[in-house]
């Protein structure tokens, strides 16, 4: 079946250094979305990309949709103790189901 | 800004218990999706509504019903809830135009715990 494998699994970094995590499918997705989730919260849709190499900002998050379409990154610059949580990247299948990835577990020490 | 409410954050139910989780969003989306997340499981689809009254099975459907008889508003029902029913249920909703769905957008979770 369709899979998304995300890494790292997991990163500890110092406040104030950037992130980089990547998402990597083995199908080519027409949509790419990034969710945030904090223990306890249901996930937060941070960015969403919809065309191949669209490179999309929030804020500090940057992301950008893979010309092959079977590939997303995610950055972070600077981060802040409060973007400690799981960040998951998702696809849409046949334009509504949601499969996400396995998740990357950020921890930020100041 | 997109807004879905789940009626509790926290449940406690005995076996055989029967046991209704709330959804409410204010989007006026089409499209409304329940899901459950585990451990080791990730995120698994348990219903979703494409429009009121209308229901499809996800992947794990067994032991659920659902109900949409409004738009804003999705119910996922354990008609008997069971231990291996105990989980983090997350509602979502999404946008749909011209047959194509948009992102999905998550409440709170309600957590269930079921003895």
């Known amino acids: 079946g369709q899979q998304l494998n995300q890494s790292p699994q997991s990163m500890f970094i110092q406040e104030g250094e950037d992130v980089s995590m990547n998402c990597t499918s083995s199908?080519?997705?027409?949509?790419w979305l990034w969710y945030k989730q904090e223990p306890g919260e249901g996930p937060v849709l941070l960015i969403a990309?919809?065309?191949?190499?669209e490179l999309t900002s929030n804020g500090r998050l940057t992301a950008q949709f893979g010309i092959t379409r079977k590939d997303s990154f995610l950055n972070i610059s600077a981060s802040i103790p409060s973007d400690v949580g799981i960040y998951f990247c998702?696809?849409?299948?046949?334009?509504?189901?949601?499969?996400f990835g396995t998740g990357t577990r950020l921890q930020v020490f100041p | 800004d997109v807004k879905v409410t789940q009626s509790s954050r926290y449940l406690v139910k005995r076996t055989g218990e029967k046991v209704f989780l709330e959804c409410v969003q204010d989007?006026?989306?089409?499209?409304m999706f329940w899901y459950r997340q585990d451990p080791g499981l990730g995120l698994r689809l348990i219903y979703f509504?494409?429009?009121?009254?209308?229901?499809e099975k996800g992947d794990i459907p067994e032991g659920y019903s659902v109900s949409r008889e409004k738009k804003e508003r999705f119910s996922l029902i354990l008609e008997s809830a069971s231990t291996n029913q105990t989980s983090m249920y997350l509602c979502?909703?999404?946008?749909?135009?011209?047959?194509?769905?948009?992102?999905?957008?998550f409440g709170p979770g309600t957590r269930l715990t079921v003895t």
């Open positions: 979502a909703s999404s946008f749909e135009y011209s047959g194509f769905s948009y992102e999905q957008y």
């Open positions: 199908s080519i997705f027409n949509t």
């Open positions: 990309l919809y065309k191949a190499g």
């Open positions: 989007m006026d989306h089409e499209n």
């Open positions: 509504s494409y429009d009121v009254k209308m229901k």
């Open positions: 998702a696809d849409l299948v046949n334009t509504d189901k949601l499969i």
